[in-house]
């Protein structure tokens, strides 16, 4: 069993950034592949990015590629996300989730999921 709990949401404007973070609890932290997701209101999760149990394999979706970077610390068995230039439609309700293998991820498939931290960019 893993517990993800997320943190590092905000209020935040336009142009700023934010660091999420995602503690995971349990065991084998690193054999398991990490991503971030999102939902926004009246949409659908979407897969944000993912990286694989060793950290060599990242996936990013291109609506924030160049802006978003997620990283993991197996030491401390936390993922992070950098988000940098937000904009506002990066608005939404942000989900860290652990998956046997990052392909499931990209699927929207997950094993465990966080409680999820809202991140608010305004214009």
């Known amino acids: 069993q893993v517990q993800l709990v997320e943190s590092g949401g905000g209020l935040v404007q336009a142009g700023d950034s934010l660091r999420l973070s995602c503690a995971a609890s349990?065991?084998?932290?690193?054999?398991?592949?990490m991503a971030w997701f999102r939902q926004a209101p009246g949409k659908e999760r979407e897969f944000v990015a993912g990286?694989?149990?060793?950290?060599?394999?990242?996936r990013t979706v291109d609506s924030v590629k160049g802006r978003f970077t997620i990283a993991r610390d197996n030491t401390k068995n936390t993922v992070y996300l950098q988000m940098n230039s937000l904009k506002p439609e990066d608005t939404a309700v942000y989900y860290c989730?652990?998956?046997?293998?990052?392909?499931?991820?990209?699927?929207?498939?997950?094993?465990?999921r966080g409680q999820g931290t809202q991140v608010t960019v305004s214009s």
């Open positions: 990286i694989s149990g060793s950290g060599v394999l990242k």
């Open positions: 349990g065991r084998a932290f690193s054999s398991y592949a």
């Open positions: 989730a652990a998956a046997d293998s990052l392909v499931r991820l990209q699927k929207g498939q997950a094993d465990y």
